[in-house]
């Protein structure tokens, strides 16, 4: 493996436009930053998602080629289309990146990590399925449901007023935090970011 082999980060949700603002989509979110950051557009990929092939980082050696993705199964098939892009560009798990909606995290709050379990994440649940779990997690934290609301309906519903507020800044700070993960590793990821 080459330095310049590519890291192949995802963003998960769920596709189409009624699901766009869910919580369940700030993965989606991220990614649509990154890619607008980085000046390109998603083409749609024979692997059942929308790709766009970019550089992150600083231009010169240290840039790092991605491969950003969104999924477009639903969140709970994720790991078909994540397998399929990866052997398509021959990315080693551990340089994959999903970026999630975290309930066990306060809203806004941020947890980069490596490996572990799914806490009930379907998307992750897939994708582990068909990885193993040896992959990079950005776990955007969306809080707990108020109330005696049921976890599928909490991630299925909008960002709230409040929560939209804020939301643009912490989409920016996720963004921030995958761009460092991938260009200065984890560790330092994680002391920048982890709050």
Do not use: C
Not at 35 to 52: D, E, N, P, T
Not at 116 to 126: R, T, W
Not at 128 to 139: A, F, I, M, N
Request: proline residues 6%; charged residues 25%.
């Amino acid at each position: 493996m080459t330095d310049d082999s590519p890291w192949l980060v995802v963003g998960l949700g769920n596709p189409g436009p009624e699901y766009a603002g869910n919580r369940h989509n700030v993965g989606f979110m991220v990614a649509d930053l990154l890619a607008s950051r980085a000046g390109g557009k998603f083409k749609a990929h024979k692997s059942r998602a929308q790709v766009l092939e970019a550089r992150i980082g600083a231009p010169g050696p240290g840039s790092r080629r991605i491969v950003l993705a969104k999924p477009q199964s639903y969140m709970n098939l994720s790991g078909g289309p994540v397998t399929a892009l990866r052997d398509f560009y021959k990315v080693p798990t551990e340089r994959i990146v999903a970026i999630h909606d975290e309930l066990d995290i306060d809203y806004g709050a941020l947890r980069l990590k490596l490996g572990g379990g799914d806490n009930g994440h379907n998307g992750l649940k897939s994708m582990t399925k068909s990885l193993g779990p040896d992959y990079h997690r950005v776990r955007f934290g969306i809080g707990r449901p108020p109330g005696r609301m049921q976890v599928a309906d909490f991630v299925l519903k909008d960002f709230s007023s409040t929560e939209r507020k804020e939301l643009d800044y912490f989409v920016d700070r996720a963004a921030d935090a995958v761009e460092a993960l991938v260009v200065a590793g984890l560790e330092r990821a994680q002391s920048s970011y982890n709050s």
